[in-house]
T-cell receptor, first 114, second 113 residues
Framework: NAGVTQTPKFRILKIGQSMTLQCTQD?????MYWYRQDPGMGLKLIYY???????DKGEVPNGYNVSRSTTEDFPLRLELAAPSQTSVYFC?????????????FGSGTQLSVL | DAKTTQPNSMESNEEEPVHLPCNHS???????IHWYRQLPSQGPEYVIH???SNVNNRMASLAIAEDRKSSTLILHRATLRDAAVYYC??????????????FGKGTKLTVNP
């Protein structure tokens, strides 16, 4: 079982460029999430999805877009990269909405916008 | 949002027990207490969770105060591989099932050989 896989692991963007962070999970989880973690800080929720075709905003959605066409994939799109988006991005998934269910995280994508 | 308070850092020696405290004085009756840890350059990893009773698993134990305003994660014998940032989190459910996990800064645990 690969779990939650994120690509790329590292990326440097210039201001104004766009890119897509990929996230895929092979556990057939309905719920998927994107978090960002700024240096020395905790995680903040960007977007989440409760199933294919359904997405919603988290705490810090500005500057990002997501889509969920399949259960397995949940890509995060940055349209016009800004220095404030320099961060480590984590994708996560879980099976159901129950508060007993644990989250599985990917290993992260470190993004620098210069 | 119900918040948690943890010490910024703690140190332990290898093979000694470690008690990581967490205060959550505004916890609601339906909030579960979850602990995750984040090893260097990795994503967070689930450790343990509980509601009211103390819990044990192969990784750790969770002791929850009777009034639920605090909890303690117990690593019975710390190893060098336990060096990580430990997050105490309240699972607050919102309408629609959004997982607004509130990750604070956590406690950075250093394990000395």
């Amino acid at each position: 079982n690969a779990g939650v896989t994120q690509t790329p692991k590292f990326r440097i963007l210039k201001i104004g460029q766009s890119m897509t962070l990929q996230c895929t999970q092979d556990m057939n989880h309905n719920y998927m999430y994107w978090y960002r973690q700024d240096p020395g800080m905790g995680l903040k929720l960007i977007y989440y999805s409760v199933g294919a075709g359904i997405t919603d905003k988290g705490e810090v959605p500005n500057g990002y877009n997501v889509s969920r066409s399949t259960t397995e994939d949940f890509p995060l799109r940055l349209e016009l990269a800004a220095p404030s988006q320099t961060s480590v991005y984590f994708c996560a998934s879980r099976r159901t909405d129950s508060t007993n269910e644990k989250l599985f995280f990917g290993s992260g994508t470190q993004l620098s916008v210069l | 949002d119900a918040k948690t308070t943890q010490p910024n850092s703690m140190e332990s020696n290898e093979e000694e027990p470690v008690h990581l405290p967490c205060n959550h004085s505004t916890i609601s009756g339906t909030d579960y207490i979850h602990w995750y840890r984040q090893l260097p350059s990795q994503g967070p990893e689930y450790v343990i969770h509980g509601l009211t009773s103390n819990v044990n698993n192969r990784m750790a134990s969770l002791a929850i105060a009777e009034d639920r305003k605090s909890s303690t994660l117990i690593l019975h014998r710390a190893t060098l591989r336990d060096a990580a940032v430990y997050y105490c989190i309240l699972r607050a459910r919102y309408q629609g099932g959004s997982e607004k996990l509130v990750f604070g800064k956590g406690t950075k645990l250093t394990v000395n050989p």
